[in-house]
């Protein structure tokens, strides 16, 4: 097992079961009888670079959050062992992901650029909550490679666009099963508070294992708002930073904006290192990468919108463009 194997495995461990500061002195939650649809949608065209849709282009998922409680005996007792009390939910998320690379318009991509690959996953988690922080576990099953329907999708939208086919997907990452687990922890710590103005900070620790990517990610969300307890920060698809679906209003009409940063170690990502059984397109991944997000949200009426711009350093050393950059939107309802 290499050091940087173990150090994956030990940051899962602790995303799992790092205590929380005053812990246990937090009074626990009172139930949320209500469960949180959130459909959102990741992509690069919005970006103030010139490179735009390109890398990863699109991320595309629709989640649910259960009401807290009423969870069946096993996960209630899965979730009691791996953190003690809390108001905790299950969740399941469907998601699709879209890479391509700089040169979109050859049919055989040059040699190190990132390959074309789609990604179509289910995952299945258990969160719980404290005042003070929210530990997530998930597990994730699905299918890499043409059968998850990356050319139609993507072509097919542009085409009901106007704009060009992207034609090099004859040449993408092959048909593999994929699975990927991930333990995260966010803190929310809160700092002064100004005439109405709150703020807080979201400290986060996140690791990931599976055949889609090895990596370790930790980092910081700072917000300034009202009704900031609702919730641990704006949802993302992984890797990234995300708050989680699941959000309890604490007033009638609660908004904040946000800004933070991340930094990862990676040890392997399908996209970039390529086909896991067999040898095809790949890039020469970096070992470690960061981003920057900022954005807001607001809730309102048992809904929450939120929106973030992420900007990312390099992935693989041949990249081009300087930091690539995507916009995410989601909605969420609470029923």
């Given at each position: 097992m290499t050091l940087l194997r173990f150090l994956l495995l030990t940051g899962l461990g602790c995303a799992c079961a790092l205590p929380a500061p005053g812990a246990a002195r937090a009074a626990p939650l009172p139930a949320d009888p209500a469960g949180v649809w959130t459909l959102q949608d990741e992509n690069a065209s919005v970006s103030?670079?010139?490179?735009?849709?390109?890398?990863?282009?699109?991320?595309?998922?629709?989640?649910?959050?259960?009401?807290?409680?009423?969870?069946?005996?096993?996960?209630a007792e899965t979730a009691q062992k791996?953190?003690?009390?809390?108001?905790?939910?299950?969740?399941?998320?469907?998601?699709?992901?879209?890479?391509?690379?700089?040169?979109?318009?050859?049919?055989v991509a040059p040699r190190g650029d990132y390959p074309y690959s789609a990604i179509m996953m289910a995952t299945g988690g258990l969160t719980s909550d404290t005042a003070t922080h929210r530990s997530a576990l998930t597990v994730g099953i699905g299918m890499i490679g043409p059968s998850a329907g990356g050319q139609s999708m993507q072509n097919?939208?542009?085409?009901?666009?106007?704009?060009?086919?992207?034609?090099g997907w004859g040449r993408q990452i092959g048909n593999e099963p994929v699975v990927q687990i991930t333990s995260s922890r966010v803190y929310r710590v809160k700092l002064v508070t100004v005439g109405p103005l709150e703020t807080d900070l979201l400290p986060d620790l996140t690791a990931g294992v599976g055949t889609v990517r090895d990596y370790i990610e930790t980092g910081m969300t700072v917000?300034?708002?009202?009704?900031?307890?609702?919730?641990?920060?704006?949802?993302?698809?992984r890797p990234g930073l995300s708050g989680g679906d699941g959000f309890r209003p604490s007033r009638d009409v609660g908004w904040y904006v946000f800004a933070g940063v991340d930094g990862q170690a990676v040890l392997r990502d399908i996209t970039i290192d390529g086909d896991v059984f067999r040898n095809g397109p790949h890039?020469?991944?970096?070992?470690?990468?960061?981003?920057?997000?900022?954005g807001f949200g607001l809730l309102v009426l048992g809904a929450r919108v939120?929106?973030?711009?992420?900007?990312?350093?390099?992935?693989?050393?041949?990249?081009?463009?300087?930091?690539?950059?995507?916009?995410?939107l989601a909605v969420s309802v609470r029923f």
């Open positions: 103030s670079n010139k490179v735009t849709d390109r890398y990863y282009t699109n991320g595309l998922r629709l989640g649910y959050a259960s009401p807290t409680g009423g969870l069946p005996a096993g996960l791996l953190w003690g009390d809390g108001a905790r939910r299950w969740t399941i998320d469907l998601t699709h992901q879209l890479h391509t690379p700089y040169d979109t318009k050859s049919t097919g939208f542009h085409d009901l666009i106007g704009q060009g086919r992207n034609r917000r300034l708002g009202q009704g900031l307890d609702a919730d641990f920060g704006v949802a993302r698809l890039a020469k991944r970096q070992v470690f990468m960061g981003e920057a997000q900022g939120t929106y973030t711009h992420v900007v990312q350093t390099e992935q693989f050393k041949s990249q081009k463009g300087g930091l690539h950059q995507f916009g995410s």
